[in-house]
């Protein structure tokens, strides 16, 4: 017996297109959060930047970081060579996955 083929429910391509872009957001999410915990973790070790991977990963990473830098008490160092907005960034960036959640939890 031969059966009609089956047409594909109105707006799985819509949820495709959805998951994809949700897809890309956290992959480039994770890039940073990486790049910013690589500085951190250089910061820590006060790794010079004459290095070629340490000023990459510092060049990269200022323009996260130099919005807090004018800040008061960004001066301020806490472990190594990590200063306020450094660790700063890093716990918004971490704090990201937390407001992800939230809001999944409360649409329940």
Do not use: C, K
């Amino acid at each position: 017996m031969i059966h009609q083929p089956v047409q594909p429910r109105r707006g799985t391509i819509d949820v495709a297109r959805s998951s994809l872009a949700v897809e890309i957001l956290l992959n480039i999410y994770a890039v940073i959060l990486v790049a910013v915990l690589a500085r951190i973790v250089l910061l820590s070790a006060s790794i010079v930047p004459t290095l070629p991977l340490s000023s990459w990963i510092y060049r990269v990473t200022d323009p996260l970081v130099s919005p807090f830098a004018s800040l008061p008490g960004a001066n301020m160092t806490l472990l190594g060579d990590i200063m306020l907005p450094d660790a700063t960034v890093f716990v918004l960036l971490l704090m990201v996955p937390l407001a992800a959640l939230a809001r999944t939890a409360g649409a329940r």
